[in-house]
């Protein structure tokens, strides 16, 4: 499962010190909640759907993308389609696996720049989302 991840934005080459730098000025919003379902495929790749909070996965795509393309990074400019790669020979097996599935929810509370290498993934650096502060009760000085 360590190879497992929902992109968000795909940078190819970029100089990962360049991303972070860019990433570090993504604005954050609280933790939400995805859960897999159901399968399709892209090519002969295998994939497991997304649902959940995905207006909020949408959003956090848009800023850490709009991050990107502000510091000079190209985007993919087709529509997002959330996805999780299963793998990249899908055959009928999975297929019919996937046909069905309804994994549990879980809480996305960072999101991460990831280095990819002949199939190999290595987390560079994360970024954790802080659920919004609570006004706390005021305090008068005098």
């Known amino acids: 499962m360590s190879k497992w991840h929902v992109t968000l934005v ?11 730098a860019a990433l570090d ?5 609280g933790p939400f909640s995805l859960r897999l379902t159901g399968g399709g495929r892209f090519g002969s790749a295998a ?6 909070d995905i207006s909020e996965l949408s959003e956090l795509r848009e800023r850490v993308r709009g991050a990107c393309i502000a510091a000079g990074f ?7 389609q959330p996805h999780l790669t299963v793998s990249y020979h899908g055959n009928n097996a999975i297929d019919a696996a996937l046909s069905g ?10 999101f991460a720049l990831v280095n990819s290498h ?3 993934y290595e987390t560079l650096r994360t970024w954790p989302l802080r659920p919004p502060a609570t006004p706390g ?4 000085s005098g």
């Open 74 to 80: 190209p985007s993919d400019e087709r529509p997002y």
């Open 10 to 20: 795909f940078l190819g080459s970029a100089p990962a010190d360049d991303v972070a």
């Open 118 to 120: 002949d199939g190999e």
């Open 25 to 29: 000025s993504v604005p954050v919003s």
């Open 47 to 52: 994939l497991a759907g997304v649902t959940g």
């Open 101 to 110: 599935f309804r994994g549990s929810a879980w809480t996305v509370d960072s």
């Open 137 to 140: 009760p005021s305090h008068a």
